[in-house]
């Protein structure tokens, strides 16, 4: 009964490789996110879905491509993977609305390129 | 747009001593403000937060913040703490509208002593 869950918990994989990363969260939630957690512990946004649009993209490069079959998953591909690819990487999701926000987050998947 | 200070990169603090981490944000209208926790390669645990109504927010673990409209702060406290409490403690400020994403502080990193 985990709230948003992230799969692979932990991933180890060689530069040039393509992988994905999936995410799903069963709190009838309708905005879902990737943030990046860098080797200094900061948390950055990278894309942001609401009921299944991309409504946020930061400034990602273009081998990150999310995809959101429907408003409970949101998947991550990374393409032609690189070195400084390597970090943890979180999904998130709340609801929206005039009611006060509330965020979940999974337990993060850690990502090694080498 | 909204952002985050944690002027603190490393703190250490006895075991039984009070604890107080500094949040300052930067947001033109009332933001809604959070701060979480994140043991070693965990992920990110809701402390508590501040959307409206009485300044001093009560948390899980025995931590609380106070909002202070004037000095665009928002302290996090706790009067004792125990050699669990090591870990990374992030600040984190949303708009109101619900689907925006957190924007996180960079982090700071509490380390407890005998």
């Known amino acids: 009964d985990t709230a948003v869950s992230q799969t692979p918990k932990y991933l180890v994989t060689q530069m040039g490789n393509d992988k994905s990363i999936k995410c799903e969260q069963n709190l009838g939630h309708d905005t879902m996110y990737w943030y990046k957690q860098d080797s200094k512990k900061f948390l950055k946004i990278m894309f942001s879905y609401n009921n299944k649009e991309l409504i946020i993209n930061e400034t990602v490069p273009n081998r990150f491509s999310p995809k959101s079959p429907d408003k409970a998953h949101l998947n991550l591909h990374i393409n032609s993977l690189e070195l400084g690819d390597s970090a943890v990487y979180f999904c998130a999701s709340t609801h929206g609305g005039p009611q006060a926000p509330g965020y979940t987050f999974g337990s993060g998947t850690r990502l090694t390129v080498v | 747009a909204q952002s985050v200070t944690q002027p603190d990169i490393h703190i250490t603090v006895s075991e039984g001593a009070s604890l107080e981490l500094r949040c300052n944000y930067s947001?033109?209208?009332?933001?809604?403000l959070f701060w979480y926790v994140q043991s070693p390669g965990q992920g990110l645990q809701l402390l508590l937060k501040?959307?409206?109504?009485?300044?001093l927010v009560q948390g899980i673990k025995g931590f609380e913040a106070e909002f202070k409209r004037s000095q665009s702060s928002f302290n996090l406290r706790k009067p004792s703490v125990h050699w669990s409490d090591a870990a990374e403690y992030f600040c984190?400020?949303?708009?109101?509208?619900?689907?925006?994403?957190?924007?996180f502080g960079k982090g700071t990193r509490l380390s407890v002593i005998a």
């Open positions: 501040y959307f409206s109504g009485d300044t």
């Open positions: 947001y033109g209208a009332t933001p809604y």
């Open positions: 984190a400020v949303v708009t109101f509208s619900g689907n925006t994403p957190l924007v």
